[in-house]
Nanobody
Framework: QVQLVESGGGLVQAGGSLRLSCAASGSISGINVMGWYRQAPGKQRELVAF???????NYADSVKGRFTISRDNAKNTVNLQMNSLKTEDTGVYYC????????????WGQGTQVTVSS
């Protein structure tokens, strides 16, 4: 019922910046939390940041002070501003949306590649 499309990934040198965007469509009225996850080759997917419908945010310790998550006024897009990028930030970044009914249903985008070179 919810479709998520990420954009904004690419190649950047260490210390640089990228801005990721995720557009949600479909049955978006029930979306509660949206977030960004990432997965490096050979590693498990990990939470980067999430933002609630009310604007509350949480960040992984590894990105605090460098990344900022935000939502637009319609709450149908979520962005991730990534500054001071490090090589360990390299991975596929996935947008997530949690839809609350009687249970929480999790939706995922297809992912966008972020590569940070040294």
């Amino acid at each position: 019922q919810v479709q998520l499309v990420e954009s904004g990934g690419g190649l950047v040198q260490a210390g640089g910046s990228l801005r990721l965007s995720c557009a949600a469509s479909g049955s978006i009225s029930g979306i509660n939390v949206m977030g960004w996850y990432r997965q490096a080759p050979g590693k498990q997917r990990e939470l980067v940041a999430f933002i609630t419908s009310g604007g509350g945010t949480n960040y992984a310790d590894s990105v605090k002070g460098r990344f900022t998550i935000s939502r637009d006024n319609a709450k149908n897009t979520v962005n991730l501003q990534m500054n001071s990028l490090k090589t360990e930030d390299t991975g596929v970044y996935y947008c997530n949306a949690d839809v609350q009914h009687s249970v929480i249903t999790r939706y995922w985008g297809q992912g966008t590649q972020v590569t940070v070179s040294s």
